[in-house]
């Protein structure tokens, strides 16, 4: 289950999307349902019965703040626990064995994440600046037709900045490599970590991103002087389709008038990421120049952590 991104905490949806009415979302080719209780918690299962594999999403969160399978009614909590199988004698069920299967969930950054392992389940971690309440981020979110892989990528890929972007945010950059510059940039890893930091030579530019195990890019715009930072995910849908998700942290309340400032340049990258062809290939599979190194990094991660074991599995 969850090849694509197996024992890793990532978000999935916004809390806001999640309300009574269950939410099916498709999360590294695996179908899930999300819904709250009457108390507010939220609960994510896979979603199929246990009895007959219909799809739980189709039903409703009932009275009794279940989810209601919209078959024959059998009844699930928000940690999948069977509660009620409608019209059997309560004493010939046994309904500890009826359960449906739940992730592990927490609530972050106002965004809803679950666990994709079995088993033991690892705290979830996640950098200081996602640790602050809802209010402070915005979240955007759209389906790409991509492999998750090639839009962490292209998240972490700075030299593509003048080129893709050089009606908006990469102007600059553009102007001055065609005046000769290039790229400085210093690379340091931790084991769940790569930083990247780059300074343009001969202009006053630089920037600094972090990549963090597995799928999150912090694009620190604040080191750039702008009232922002901006937390880039790449959550697989499947192997075809991935959810870019946006969380942008608001360092001063009028940074929600530049939003658009921030949201439409990281879009641009679309059509481009849109005409890959599956996902990034290992480290010799495509031709590589020095500024490629920390991009090759996370290809070294990506082979060694996930596409292996995911062969294995
Ligand atoms: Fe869900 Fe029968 S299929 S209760
Ligand atoms: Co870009």
């Known amino acids: ?26 999360l590294a080719g695996e179908r899930l349902v999300l819904f709250r209780n009457l108390t507010g918690e939220i609960g994510a299962l896979l979603d199929r019965c246990p009895h007959r594999g219909v799809a739980l999403s189709l039903g409703r969160v009932n009275e009794n703040g279940c989810l209601e399978c919209p078959y024959h009614g059998w009844q699930f909590d928000q940690n999948g626990a069977c509660r009620h199988v409608p019209l059997n004698n309560p004493a010939d069920v046994k309904l500890s064995v009826l359960s449906a299967v ?52 292209n998240a972490m890929d700075y030299v593509h900045v003048p080129f893709v972007h050089r009606n908006s945010f990469g102007g600059e950059v553009g102007q001055a490599i065609a005046s000769g510059s290039f790229a400085e940039f210093q690379i340091t ?11 343009y ?10 990549w963090h195990q597995p799928n999150l890019v912090v694009l620190k715009f604040d080191e750039m002087g702008m009232p922002v930072r901006s937390h880039f995910f790449g959550i697989p849908v499947n192997k075809h389709q991935t959810r870019i998700l946006i969380a942008i942290q608001l360092l001063e ?61």
């Open 1 to 26: 289950m969850f090849d694509l991104l197996p024992n890793f905490w990532t978000p999935v949806l916004p809390v806001a999307e999640v309300e009574n009415t269950p939410v099916a979302v498709e």
């Open 102 to 153: 739940r992730l592990p969930t927490r609530i972050i950054a106002g965004l809803v994440w679950v666990f994709t392992g079995q088993g033991e389940v690892p705290d979830l971690e996640v950098p200081e600046s996602l640790m602050r309440s809802p209010e402070f981020y915005f979240i955007h979110h759209e389906v790409w037709n991509a492999h998750w892989t090639r839009v962490i990528e």
């Open 189 to 199: 890893q931790t084991k769940h970590s790569i930083q990247v930091f780059n300074r």
């Open 201 to 210: 030579h001969n202009i006053e530019s630089s920037f600094a991103l972090e």
């Open 253 to 313: 309340p009028h940074a929600v008038a530049m939003l658009d400032e921030f949201i439409s340049p990281i879009i641009e990258d679309k059509v481009v990421i849109e005409s890959h062809k599956g996902e990034i290939p290992a480290t010799t599979g495509e031709c590589n120049v020095p500024t490629d190194r920390a991009t090759l990094l996370f290809r070294r991660w990506y082979h060694q952590a996930i596409a292996r074991q995911a062969v294995t599995i």
